[in-house]
């Protein structure tokens, strides 16, 4: 079984319990460990984080250990980085064995040919979001952030991510838009007209959805593992299903 989810944001300060969360994502990892081949992380795992030389940011033990566990079993751990949790320059690779992608990429699994990715900077319209994705990515600005002290550094960065996100819900931009103004499913059926691929697979949006295009291809959006503790399946015949931990969405 191949297993696909994201947005944990874990370390937000819009976390009323981070800890629980926390072990909350271990027991569903573990569960997981018990029939995948593979795990992929599509993203945002953590709400902030930003890889410095010599200091590794607090927190995030369980989850860590966790993923190496995983990759010291044999299970290949896939982590596709998004909007929060991009600066990372070796220390998951090092430490976890973990396999890190920094672009979306096409890829055969189960014998279904998958575009995966975060989501985020994928049809991006406004001169806001292109002028924040072009900071974002910018090598440059990237290791000039790294001259702030750490302390400086990490309290920036979750402040603005929780900035960030009560924007984001106080707009209800985080709720289903429908599929003529969703712009991962116009993403996919541009994509469509270019080359036919089985599923598309996203996190970003928070939302849990599984819809079927004209061209017999499908896209699904993951969820999050905040308030859904969604995620998607791929069986060795190729069948994807997204589901929600029953048990760690009730508790």
């Given at each position: 079984?191949?297993?696909?989810?994201?947005?944990?944001?874990?370390?937000?300060?819009?976390?009323?319990?981070?800890?629980?969360?926390?072990?909350?994502?271990?027991?569903?990892?573990?569960?997981?460990?018990?029939?995948?081949s593979?795990i992929?992380?599509?993203?945002?795992?953590?709400?902030?984080?930003?890889?410095?030389?010599?200091?590794?940011p607090?927190?995030?033990?369980?989850?860590?250990?966790?993923?190496?566990?995983?990759?010291?079993?044999?299970?290949?751990?896939h982590?596709?980085?998004?909007?929060h949790?991009?600066?990372?320059?070796?220390?998951?690779?090092?430490?976890?064995?973990?396999?890190?992608?920094?672009?979306?990429?096409?890829?055969?699994?189960s014998?279904?040919?998958?575009?995966?990715?975060?989501?985020?900077?994928?049809?991006?319209?406004?001169?806001?979001?292109?002028?924040?994705?072009?900071?974002?990515?910018?090598?440059?600005?990237?290791?000039?952030?790294?001259?702030?002290?750490?302390?400086?550094?990490?309290?920036?960065?979750?402040?603005?991510?929780?900035?960030?996100?009560?924007?984001?819900?106080?707009?209800?931009?985080?709720?289903?838009?429908?599929?003529?103004?969703?712009?991962?499913?116009?993403?996919?059926?541009?994509?469509?007209?270019?080359?036919?691929?089985?599923?598309?697979?996203?996190?970003?949006?928070?939302?849990?959805?599984?819809?079927?295009?004209?061209?017999?291809?499908?896209?699904?959006?993951?969820?999050?593992?905040?308030?859904?503790?969604?995620?998607?399946?791929?069986?060795?015949?190729?069948?994807?299903?997204?589901?929600?931990?029953?048990?760690?969405?009730?508790?």
């Amino acid at each position: 079984m191949i297993y696909f989810l994201s947005d944990a944001h874990l370390g937000s300060l819009l976390q009323e319990h981070p800890h629980e969360q926390e072990r909350r994502i271990c027991r569903l990892l573990e569960r997981m460990r018990q029939d995948a081949s593979a795990i992929y992380l599509m993203g945002d795992m953590i709400d902030f984080w930003y890889e410095y030389r010599y200091v590794v940011p607090k927190g995030f033990t369980r989850f860590f250990g966790k993923l190496a566990e995983l990759t010291d079993s044999g299970i290949d751990v896939h982590y596709f980085t998004g909007n929060h949790d991009q600066w990372d320059f070796g220390y998951l690779q090092s430490e976890l064995g973990v396999q890190v992608h920094l672009h979306p990429e096409i890829v055969t699994l189960s014998g279904k040919r998958c575009l995966l990715a975060h989501g985020d900077g994928l049809n991006v319209r406004s001169r806001g979001e292109k002028i924040i994705n072009n900071i974002f990515h910018s090598h440059t600005l990237q290791h000039a952030f790294r001259g702030l002290h750490p302390t400086l550094g990490m309290r920036f960065g979750l402040r603005w991510s929780a900035s960030n996100r009560r924007k984001e819900l106080a707009s209800g931009h985080k709720d289903y838009q429908g599929e003529q103004q969703e712009w991962l499913v116009q993403y996919a059926k541009q994509h469509e007209q270019q080359e036919h691929l089985d599923y598309y697979i996203f996190g970003h949006r928070h939302i849990m959805l599984d819809l079927e295009l004209a061209t017999a291809s499908r896209i699904v959006i993951l969820g999050d593992l905040m308030n859904h503790y969604s995620f998607a399946q791929l069986d060795e015949k190729g069948q994807l299903q997204l589901r929600y931990d029953t048990e760690l969405f009730e508790s």
